[in-house]
């Protein structure tokens, strides 16, 4: 069993900064990619940032330059580091893994999880 504990959101004016985190635990091998996505509501889940094992980021353009992945994989964390917050980037954050687990069939598996959210609000 694997879980995805997530923190750092709240309420920030425009134009601040707030440090997303995401601590991975439980029982696997490793984790291949890690991202944040963002569900606003009305709106589909669509994805801010993902990084590779490698650290290799990727970003959705509306966060580029904005917004910075990292991850440090002795810790098995995520951060999302946000500045330049405008009110558009009000949702709720979501953290994502694919966890690689031992199979008990033989070889490996990928699984997708999800961390329960953390509510971002940008408001003056």
């Known amino acids: 069993q694997v879980q995805l504990v997530e923190s750092g959101g709240g309420l920030v004016q425009p134009g601040g900064s707030l440090r997303l985190s995401c601590a991975a635990s439980?029982?696997?091998?490793?984790?291949?990619?890690m991202g944040w996505y963002r569900q606003a509501p009305g709106k589909q889940r669509e994805l801010v940032a993902s990084?590779?094992?490698?650290?290799?980021?990727n970003y959705a353009y509306f966060v580029k330059g904005r917004f910075t992945i990292v991850r440090d994989n002795a810790k098995n964390t995520v951060y999302l580091q946000m500045n330049s917050l405008k009110p558009e980037d009000t949702a709720v954050y979501y953290c994502?893994?694919?966890?690689?687990?031992?199979?008990?069939?033989?070889?490996?598996?990928?699984?997708?999880?999800w961390g329960q959210g953390t509510l971002v609000t940008v408001s003056s």
């Open positions: 439980g029982s696997f091998f490793s984790i291949n990619n």
């Open positions: 990084i590779t094992q490698a650290g290799s980021a």
């Open positions: 994502n893994a694919d966890f690689v687990y031992d199979s008990v069939y033989g070889g490996r598996l990928t699984l997708d999880a």
